[in-house]
Nanobody, 119 residues
Framework: QVQLVESGGGSVQAGGSLRLSCAAS?????AGWFRQAPGKEREFVVG???????YYADSVKGRFTISRDNAKNTVYLQMNSLKPEDTAVYYC????????????????WGQGTQVTVSS
């Protein structure tokens, strides 16, 4: 069983940056970041395959960057040029097989971390 531990959430001003980390206790995996704002459904942000292939939602292309360090079994989300509409609870997720943008295809989830962007 995979356990995910997230860190790096917080409050920043618009235009600022933040880096989230997700440390996994298990083997290599495909991973993704999702976010959920109040009153809205959980939304795909970006995914990364076991060998580093990346897939971004249009809303964050050019601003967010996902990466992973397989030696540390850790996935990172670098968030630049943050906007107030990026405010949400961010979740790290992991799955076996191919990377996916669908919530229901992920098997493991972190606890979520709040990201707040003020104007």
């Amino acid at each position: 069983q995979v356990q995910l531990v997230e860190s790096g959430g917080g409050s920043v001003q618009a235009g600022g940056s933040l880096r989230l980390s997700c440390a996994a206790s298990g083997r290599t995996f495909s991973a993704g970041w999702f976010r959920q704002a109040p009153g809205k459904e959980r939304e795909f942000v970006v995914g990364i395959s076991w060998n580093g292939g990346t897939y971004y939602a249009d809303s964050v292309k050019g601003r967010f960057t996902i990466s992973r360090d397989n030696a540390k079994n850790t996935v990172y989300l670098q968030m630049n040029s943050l906007k107030p509409e990026d405010t949400a609870v961010y979740y790290c997720a992991a799955k076996s097989g191919l990377v996916s943008s669908r919530v229901d295809e992920y098997d493991y989830w972190g606890q979520g971390t709040q990201v707040t962007v003020s104007s």
